[in-house]
């Protein structure tokens, strides 16, 4: 089935994307340093999970956080250049019908710029939300979310940040500021081995899905791509030839049909499509009640698809596709006759790995991991977007640990092959819109 709207991803690598990112619905996550228990970006204890849960709409409606709040000593006023909004009309309407004196409201104005691609201008927006926050744990986004969003819009649009604002960072969250920084030296010209060991886990202290995921992932993949290699010794292995589908409903649409007719004429390719009922009986007698309970409880189509399929994948190996996604047979078959591979995983122009369409042999790492942050988010933090929270999100969090791990020694046998969006376009016929990311 067609993805969501809300399944679209942002990010950047060498390249840097002036595309939206958007605070997730639910409220910044805490932020730890190293060696010391989880502590908010206020030096209070971590906000629980009954803080999350509230969205923001942009533009057409105000963000709802409150009368202004600047914190003692700043003054956001002096810091305000309207003439910057110029460039952006819609922007510019937003900022004359309900002012820039909220942290929401110069989030929504930030939000909107930058989805135009005006990084700079976003940035300032960025700044003066910063300076109206008051530390406060109910108000999100966090401060440090907000100080990293507007050095990373500065890098974006090819400025140094700030060294008294990356201090400022540091001082306000240790991770973050080792993001900034690891992105900085990469995005300038520095060593990308170096830039992601700055990184390192970070992306820990934000939720799945948010960009600092695609961006890590994109350095790696094209500064260091041996280290999706296992180490030499590990058993030879290949993905079951087994594809299977998710379509909510029995009745199946024409295009789906023929897709199914294709796949069954593959020879020694094992096809099975799941239904909602069937899905909700194999997940309960493999998985349990909870896992049956949590895909019933999924909001569309796509989120329960999302859900299914790395439970199946995982159990049972083989190639997960989306029915709507029309495969180039013979391309397919290649893709599946090529051995020594744990798991096959395709990224999107921005650096997103793509959950429509992956192979993997049983209970690899990957999957193990993306059960994990799937079990988490369903739990913990319901008001994420769904390609955050069921989707695109947990592979990127699984794979970018899997590259942490390796970084420090964790031996792994398994080799992944992680391919580029144009070698995902060799494998399909055609694809729609929506699924372009």
């Not at 996550?29 to 803080?51: D, F, Q, T, V």
């Not at 942290?103 to 300076?131: M, N, P, W």
């Not at 700030?162 to 010209?189: F, K, M, N, T």
């Not at 909700?280 to 309970?293: K, N, T």
Request: hydrophobic residues 40%.
């Amino acid at each position: 089935m067609a993805r969501s709207a809300s399944r679209r991803f942002t990010g950047a690598t060498s390249a840097p994307s002036a595309r939206p990112v958007w605070p997730p619905s639910d409220a910044s996550p805490p932020c730890r340093r190293p060696g010391l228990p989880a502590m908010s970006a206020w030096g209070g204890r971590c906000m629980s999970s009954e803080s999350e849960g509230e969205m923001w709409a942009v533009g057409e409606e105000i963000l709802h956080d409150g009368p202004p709040t600047p914190r003692s000593g700043s003054d956001p006023a002096a810091r305000l250049d309207e003439s910057c909004l110029v460039i952006d009309p819609q922007a510019q309407a937003f900022f004359a019908r309900e002012g820039a004196d909220t942290v929401g409201k110069c989030v929504g104005i930030a939000t909107i710029l930058q989805a135009h691609g005006h990084v700079r201008e976003a940035s300032e927006f960025y700044r003066r939300a910063c300076d109206l926050h008051d530390r406060s744990p109910g108000l999100t986004p966090a401060a440090h979310w907000l100080l990293q969003a507007r050095l990373l819009c500065l890098l974006k649009a090819g400025m140094t940040p700030p060294e008294a604002e990356l201090s400022e960072l540091r001082a306000l969250c240790i991770p973050y500021a080792d993001y900034i920084e690891g992105v900085r030296e990469a995005w300038q010209g520095g060593d990308v081995f170096n830039a992601v060991r700055t990184i390192g886990n970070a992306y820990e202290e934000f939720h799945t899905g948010e960009e600092i995921e695609s961006i890590l992932l994109g350095l790696v993949h094209r500064g260091m791509p041996g280290i999706f290699n296992g180490k030499p010794g590990g058993r030879n292995v290949s993905i079951p030839r087994k594809l299977f589908f998710y379509r909510e409903k029995q009745d199946l649409s024409p295009q789906v049909a023929e897709n199914l007719s294709r796949y069954k004429d593959i020879r020694d390719l094992d096809v099975q499509i799941f239904n909602r009922d069937a899905a909700a009986e194999w997940l309960y007698a493999y998985y349990g009640v909870e896992a049956r309970s949590l895909f019933l409880e999924a909001r569309h189509p796509g989120e329960a698809a999302d859900f299914l399929g790395v439970h199946v994948i995982n159990l049972l190996g083989g190639w997960w596709l989306d029915a709507d996604i029309p495969l180039r047979t013979a391309a397919f078959r290649t893709l599946m006759d090529t051995p020594d591979r744990n798991g096959v995983y395709f990224l999107t122009d921005h650096d997103v790995i793509r959950n429509d369409f992956f192979g993997s042999t049983p209970n690899s790492e990957i999957l193990v991991d993306c059960i994990l942050s799937l079990y988490r988010n369903s739990y913990l933090h319901k008001g994420l977007p769904v390609a955050g929270r069921t989707g695109p999100g947990i592979f990127g969090r699984a794979m970018n640990r899997l590259i942490n791990r390796r970084l420090n020694g964790i031996v792994s046998h398994e080799m992944i092959a992680v391919l580029d969006h144009s070698q995902f376009r060799n494998v399909i016929e055609a694809v729609d819109p929506l699924h372009t990311v």
